[in-house]
């Protein structure tokens, strides 16, 4: 009996710290408001984490030549220790301000986390590829809040706070205070089989030795061509002002339910733009692509996902049914 009594009030104290609302709207009444008789749960928050720069090569991997750099004040490598130092202030903060709101948080080291089925929220620090890596796990219920521990350092696009600020913004997500942004994500399929649905950013189809020629055909609806290039950027919108505006496509509307699909450096040997060179494709479409080289990838969100693709694969790149919430955007 005491134990119930504990639970309860424990859940109201929680209640009276954040406004006993919901996470995200979808997953508060399954966080604060969800109850079993007389159990109340708590939030339950999934951390992902990346480690910093400095970490990774000099205290894991004790890379030689980068501990040189900083011993001699290096000005290449000075950023590392900076970035570093804000990570860990930042990650301490948000031990912090969850323990202080009451939530039942765990956390993660980014290559350690495996899936966030079980959690109501998902907080990602680092900066925007952290949220890539973190946005693989994912499905479309449960939302995310990313967060910018060294803004002086990292990309931040899709981030909703930083450090020094991290308990106000984890009260607001935790009181539903934050808007929620349904972010549309790709599927893709190599040879009939799902690769990913989860593809946020990006992916790059090309030869596995970058000075290679990619040589492939590219459908879209009744349209076929053959190409000779340097590869194709295919992704939704988010990604499209990273390498698809780089490569010479356009930024899409960040609501926008297109995919958008680049060739980069075709050859023309008639002087002869291709029509398929970019475009959109539009929901309920497929960008069909098949490879004429034995030695293709498919890079997926950035460079530590990989597929290999050979000659006469097939891939089908659509828009997926799983779009990623995202809380707290305030970009475009």
């Not at 004790?62 to 220790?81: E, F, G, S, W, Y």
């Not at 219920?141 to 910018?148: H, K």
């Not at 030795?209 to 295919?234: D, F, M, N």
Request: net charge positive; charged share 25%.
């Amino acid at each position: 009996m005491k134990r119930v009594q504990k639970r309860a009030t424990g859940a109201r104290a929680i209640g009276r710290a954040t406004g006993a609302r919901a996470i995200g709207r979808a997953a508060v009444a399954r966080a604060i408001g969800r109850a079993t008789g007389a159990r109340v749960a708590v939030p339950r928050v999934l951390v992902i984490y990346k480690k910093s720069a400095y970490q990774i090569y000099v205290r894991d991997r004790r890379h030689a030549r980068i501990k040189q750099l900083i011993a001699a004040n290096d000005p290449t490598v000075m950023h590392l220790l900076r970035a570093h130092r804000h990570h860990l202030e930042a990650l301490d903060e948000a031990k912090r301000a969850l323990a202080e709101l009451g939530a039942r948080a765990v956390f993660r080291h980014r290559s350690h986390a495996r899936q966030a089925r079980e959690f109501d929220l998902v907080v990602t620090l680092g900066g925007d590829g952290t949220l890539l890596w973190a946005s693989h796990l994912v499905g479309a219920d449960a939302p995310v809040l990313a967060i910018n521990t060294a803004p002086e350092d990292s990309v931040g696009f899709f981030c909703a706070g930083k450090k020094h600020g991290l308990h106000a913004v984890f009260a607001q997500a935790l009181r539903g205070k934050l808007r929620e942004l349904k972010l549309a994500r790709m599927r893709v399929d190599v040879d009939g089989a799902l690769v990913s649905k989860r593809v946020l950013n990006d992916v790059l189809f090309c030869h596995e030795c970058p000075a290679s020629t990619s040589r492939y055909t590219i459908r879209l609806g009744s349209l076929r061509e053959q190409h000779k290039s340097s590869g194709v950027w295919i992704g939704p919108a988010a990604g499209s002002t990273a390498a698809q505006s780089s490569a010479g496509g356009r930024a899409l509307p960040i609501r926008s339910q297109q995919l958008q699909f680049v060739v980069r450096e075709p050859y023309n040997a008639r002087n002869a733009p291709p029509q398929l060179g970019r475009g959109l494709v539009a929901p309920g479409e497929t960008l069909h692509i098949e490879s004429y080289i034995r030695a293709g990838r498919l890079f997926i969100d950035g460079p530590h996902e990989m597929r290999r693709v050979h000659m006469a694969s097939r891939i089908q790149l659509q828009l997926s049914d799983e779009p990623l919430t995202l809380l707290g955007f305030r970009g475009r």
